[in-house]
Structure formats: C-alpha cells, structure tokens
C-alpha cells in the first residue's frame, strides 16, 4: 500500500477517534475513507470495526463510577449482546460483497440521520425517566430490542449508540448519565463480540487495522482532553454534513 494511503487511513482513525470522544459517529469518517482508498466493503466493515473497538474503552472509563449502580442490568443484557453481535457479524459475513455495496449508502445515511436525531432521542429519554418502569413487567420486550440493536451493531455499527439510548430510555427508569454508561458498556461489548469474531474470519485486513487502532487511541485521547473546551454539537453536524455527503456519493455510484 502507497504510504500517502497509509498516512490517510492514520488521519481518518485519528479523526473518528476524535470524533467518538467528543459527539460520536467517528465511523462516518474512517468507513467511507477505506472504501475511497479501494478496499473491499466488507473488508473495510470488518477491519473499521476492530479498529475502532480500543478506543471505545476511555468513554466507559471516564464513566466509571456509575458501574456499580448499573451492574445488573448489564448482566442481565450482557449476554444478548454478545450474541447479538455475534449474530450481526455473522450476517456482515455471509453478505457478498457486491450486495453489500449496495446496502452501503442505505446503512451510512441511517447512522447520519440517527446521530442527527441524537439530541432529539436524549430529550426523549430525558422526558420519559421517571414515568414508566416496563423494565420491571415485561424484561422480555427489553431483551429483544437490545437483541436487535445488537445485531445491527455487529453487522454496521454505526449510530449504534443512539439506538441503545433509544432502547434502554424505552425499557428502563433510570438517570441519564446512569443510561450513559449502561450504553457505552452494552456498546463495547457488542463490538467487541463481532470483532472477536471478525479477528478469525480470514476478512481482515490487518496492517490496516493495526495503523488504525493507533490512530483511533490517538484521536481518542486528544478529543478526551479537549471535550470540556468544545462544543459537541458543532463537531456533530460537520460529521452529519460528511455523512450525508459521503450518502450522496454513494447513491450515486450505484
């Protein structure tokens, strides 16, 4: 691979771990930055997501201290999760590559239009926390959907945080930031499964991968020290207006 390449694949992880530190929706950038390079979308899918999982790891740190309150939920879901993910990479698996590529601009404008509905969809959650407790009379409804979530998870990923605040909001009665961290874990451990997966599947790319978890663990770190001092809003619609475009694109090259 042409260094030029090389440096472009640092650049892009470094940005979408910037990005994921600070708003989310890195994969908005690093997943359409491979395809423009000429790697394989299911490739590119498969080594994005292992990519990326290292740097997941700081937002669930910085979070912590809300472990203890939300162990048991995360039990109880923990296993759907896994398999869900599973599940997800399973099917990105058994997807070819050319109907893959035509899912592609389908999958990248639903993960932009989620993060663009993500504010909407904390103010939900946030109007909805304290006025139901389903979790407690129907635990059925609250593993199925984090079940589906799941497997999209495995099987794309991106926007994935949304749909689990979505979820969980739906499901559970809890405080924001106590959900902020239920979210995170569920999401780690969703690509974390389909990257274990993924890592036996002969589809990685690995001298890649390993140029992009270094740039994703970079990135990560300086959106973590620089979230206090910037406005997430703002970094998440530059990251709608390159998702939207990278959509347009794609759409038309079908």
Do not use: C
Not at 86 to 95: A, D, E, Q
């Amino acid at each position: 691979m042409p260094l030029l390449n090389e440096l472009l694949i640092l650049l892009a992880a470094l940005v979408a771990g910037f990005i994921n530190a600070i708003a989310g929706g890195g994969t908005l950038v690093s997943f359409p930055t491979l395809l423009a390079l000429g790697i394989p979308p299911v490739v590119a899918n498969v080594t994005n997501t292992i990519a990326l999982v290292p740097g997941t790891i700081g937002g669930m740190w910085s979070q912590r201290k809300d472990f203890r309150s939300q162990y048991k939920r995360l039990l109880r879901l923990l296993p759907v999760s896994v398999v869900g993910g599973i599940v997800g990479g399973l099917l990105l698996l058994n997807t070819e590559e050319k109907a893959f590529r035509s899912l592609i601009p389908y999958l990248i404008l639903a993960a932009t239009l989620l993060l663009g509905f993500q504010v909407q969809v904390k103010n939900w959650v946030v109007s909805r926390i304290g006025h139901a407790h389903t979790e407690h009379h129907n635990p059925l409804v609250m593993f199925s959907l984090v079940f589906v979530a799941a497997i999209y998870g495995g099987y794309f990923g991106a926007g994935l945080g949304v749909i689990l605040m979505a979820v969980l909001g739906l499901v559970t009665d809890d405080s924001l930031n106590r959900l902020n961290f239920l979210k995170q874990a569920l999401g780690f451990a969703i690509n974390l499964s389909a990257a274990i997966y993924f890592a036996f599947s002969g589809k990685v790319d690995w001298m890649i991968a390993f140029i992009m978890i270094f740039g994703s663990l970079t990135g990560g770190l300086i959106g973590g020290r620089l979230a206090g001092k910037m406005k997430p809003e703002i970094l998440r619609w530059i990251v709608v207006s390159a998702g939207l475009i990278a959509a347009l694109v794609f759409f038309l090259k079908k």
